[in-house]
């Protein structure tokens, strides 16, 4: 999961996904098929896609304990 030091990192990409209709509509998809509330879904996707950045860049993901 992403550490609280990177929650300024969800919010901006959680602005990101807000701005996309494409990215909107799948998550709408996806908060339906997982049961979640439309806001759960895009706060996870957000989450998923800050870890992938740090990963790709090459920084360590802290996980929570």
Same mark, same amino acid.
């Given at each position: ?20 209709? !494409? ?6 998809? #996806?908060? %339906? $098929? ?17 870890? !992938? ?6 920084? #360590?993901? %802290? $996980?929570?304990?």
């Amino acid at each position: 999961d992403v550490c609280s030091s990177d929650l300024y990192l969800v919010d901006k990409v959680v602005e990101e996904i807000k701005a996309n209709p !494409n990215l909107m509509e799948d998550i709408k998809i #996806k908060a %339906e $098929k997982r049961n979640k509330t439309f806001e759960q879904a895009i706060i996870d996707d957000a989450k998923w896609i800050v870890n !992938n950045r740090l990963k790709k860049a090459g920084l #360590k993901v %802290e $996980k929570k304990k």
